[in-house]
């Protein structure tokens, strides 16, 4: 009896361990559905928070995190692309990249995909991955119709004017800007596609005047805390002002409301706003602040980028450094000015042909397509053939071949469209001849050549006097004009062998092939006489325009592009210094202290 007893204490306690157990996982079991009911809820806070409080966005996110592994498919795809998004702000552009595209290509919601591949549209172009970019842009392009979805598609035509607009399609780009100010959704205004049209038509120069419109988008952005795109459509207004002779107007506009701007931690566009007024003040002989902002807008630009601000940065401190007279610090930053305007154009051109590229590319899809499906509808007919008369089978027969030439014709004028777009890489745009990197391996490999057969090269470095007075007194037309003439004159000189072509802006060089010192001094002032002898353009014989000259042979450098072309820059500085329009004989003695000169060379 006395056992039995035991063993019914030891079952109830065993009994009531267990209930209190049960009863424990039953309240973390509850306590975990009441946190992932509320999932939802700070997922689409985040959402509606991301660019008003970037804190309290990060915060949500992170309190989500933990559950990642328990969110349903929907909130998942919402997570990433908020967790995507939140890496493109901050600039950790592979994981946003990374985030965007799970979504893109997996989420079965379209208008998450739509949004994700919106993001991805801006984050490609910030990105200089513009051939990316432009795909991406067709999916969205592709995908928007079917969403219904009216934020969603505000958001996609913004990034779609956006990147049409920075690649040179401004009639698109002010398509689609239109289309988000004649039906904004609620809870938005005409603000952000009144600041993408604003954008499109000046960087397209065609605006004359600010419209009200614009001043009336500025005030609806501020209303709605969109302090962004307000300064976004300011900077473009003293950038008007700017090209219309008003510095004043632009330094008022810009300084009122540039310390609102620096409190939201955009760089980019305080970079803009310090560009503008370095370029204000310097028209209004305001020297200290033209340096202050000038080196504001070089020191704010994204590092290793070469963007608009830096590029006019450098172009505003030079010039401070001239009208003081310091001229080696100008030259420095005439040096780097040189290098970011190149590589600012260069970005140009790469968004324009990555565009081309990808229109090509999906031109030759769509063509690929239609014939796949015209060669369906034959086999389909040959089928019927099988059942008809002869005669009517070798017409249809007859028809085959045809759509099958027509279909090799297509090929092989997509492959020469290609081709012609290899060869518009390899070329200035302007003048024709080399451009920069082409020249460079050009160069190279005929001084490689020259180096195993122990054969003379020399480097001819020259570029037009004063050029920058023609463009500025007669205007760039007759700037490229006097740049094609001169380049006509010298093709004239020039034997097949030589290397010709354009470093950039009015810069040239030249590689002669088997060629000794006296012969390249000699065709260099071949080459000076025959510049400063024909009239520079045919619509003005009285603007003559003379070259500075600056030879270097691998007799004294060897065979190495980057030491040619740092000691025959020496001989035509020395040029520039000894009065223009001479030629000079550079040598190892020539190789300035100065590192930038080394780096902007190589």
Not at 15 to 31: E, H, P
Not at 262 to 277: A, K
Request: proline letters at 2%.
């Amino acid at each position: 009896m006395r056992w039995n007893t035991r063993r019914w204490v030891a079952v109830l306690l065993a009994v009531f361990m267990a209930s209190g157990t049960l009863r424990a996982a039953d309240d973390a079991q509850d306590a975990t559905t009441a946190q992932l009911s509320g999932i939802s809820d700070k997922l689409n806070e985040a959402d509606a928070v991301k660019i008003r409080d970037f804190g309290r966005y990060s915060r949500l996110l992170d309190e989500v995190e933990p559950f990642e592994s328990k969110l349903d498919d929907e909130q998942r795809a919402m997570f990433h692309f908020l967790r995507g998004w939140r890496a493109t702000w901050v600039g950790d552009y592979e994981n946003a990249k990374v985030e965007l595209e799970k979504v893109a290509d997996q989420s079965v919601n379209s208008v998450l995909r739509l949004r994700a591949l919106s993001t991805l549209v801006n984050l490609l172009g910030v990105g200089h991955r513009y051939e990316d970019a432009f795909k991406r842009l067709n999916e969205l392009q592709e995908l928007m119709p079917s969403v219904r979805d009216r934020k969603a598609r505000f958001q996609a035509m913004g990034e779609a004017s956006q990147l049409l607009s920075s690649a040179g399609q401004f009639e698109q780009a002010e398509a689609y800007a239109k289309d988000m100010m004649a039906e904004p959704p609620p809870g938005e205004t005409v603000c952000k596609g009144a600041q993408h049209l604003l954008r499109a038509r000046r960087e397209a120069n065609r605006l004359d005047t600010i419209d009200p419109m614009v001043l009336d988008a500025i005030e609806q952005c501020e209303a709605k805390g969109d302090d962004v795109f307000a300064d976004s459509m300011r900077a473009d207004i003293a950038a008007f002002y700017l090209s219309h002779g008003q510095p004043e107007e632009a330094v008022k506009l810009l300084t009122e409301h540039r310390d609102n701007l620096r409190t939201l931690n955009y760089s980019q566009l305080l970079g803009e706003f310090d560009s503008h007024l370095a370029q204000a003040y310097l028209a209004l002989g305001d020297l200290s602040n033209a340096r202050r902002f000038g080196l504001s807008a070089v020191a704010g630009a994204i590092r290793d980028e070469f963007t608009d601000p830096r590029r006019t940065g450098y172009l505003v401190l030079y010039q401070v450094e001239q009208r003081l007279g310091h001229a080696q610090q100008a030259l420095t930053f005439h040096e780097q000015y040189m290098a970011a305007d190149k590589a600012y154009l260069d970005d140009i051109s790469a968004r324009s042909l990555a565009f081309q590229i990808v229109d090509q590319q999906l031109l030759a899809r769509k063509t690929e397509v239609d014939a796949l499906n015209k060669q369906n509808e034959i086999l389909r007919l040959s089928g019927v053939l099988d059942r008809k008369e002869v005669e009517t089978g070798r017409l249809y027969i007859f028809i085959l071949g045809l759509a099958l030439l027509a279909i090799v014709w297509l090929v092989l004028w997509l492959r020469r469209s290609q081709l012609r777009f290899m060869k518009l890489a390899r070329r200035d745009g302007l003048t024709g001849i080399c451009n920069r990197e082409h020249f460079v391996e050009q160069a190279e490999r005929v001084l490689a050549y020259g180096a195993r057969s122990d054969r003379g090269l020399c480097l001819i470095l020259f570029d037009l006097d004063h050029f920058k007075n023609v463009n500025d007194t007669y205007g760039h037309a007759v700037g490229d004009e006097v740049l094609k003439r001169a380049v006509d004159v010298c093709r004239r000189s020039l034997h097949a062998c030589d290397v010709f072509g354009r470093l950039g802006g009015e810069e040239f060089a030249v590689l002669l092939p088997d060629c000794s010192p006296a012969q390249a001094r000699a065709r260099a002032e071949q080459l000076r006489l025959s510049i400063a002898a024909t009239a520079a353009t045919p619509s003005r014989p009285e603007l003559l325009v003379t070259a500075s000259f600056g030879v270097g042979s691998t007799l004294q450098c060897g065979y190495e592009l980057h030491r040619l072309l740092v000691v025959a820059d020496a001989a035509l500085y020395r040029g520039k210094r000894a009065g223009r329009n001479c030629v000079f004989m550079g040598d190892t003695g020539d190789i300035p202290d100065s590192p930038y000169l080394t780096e902007a060379r190589g």
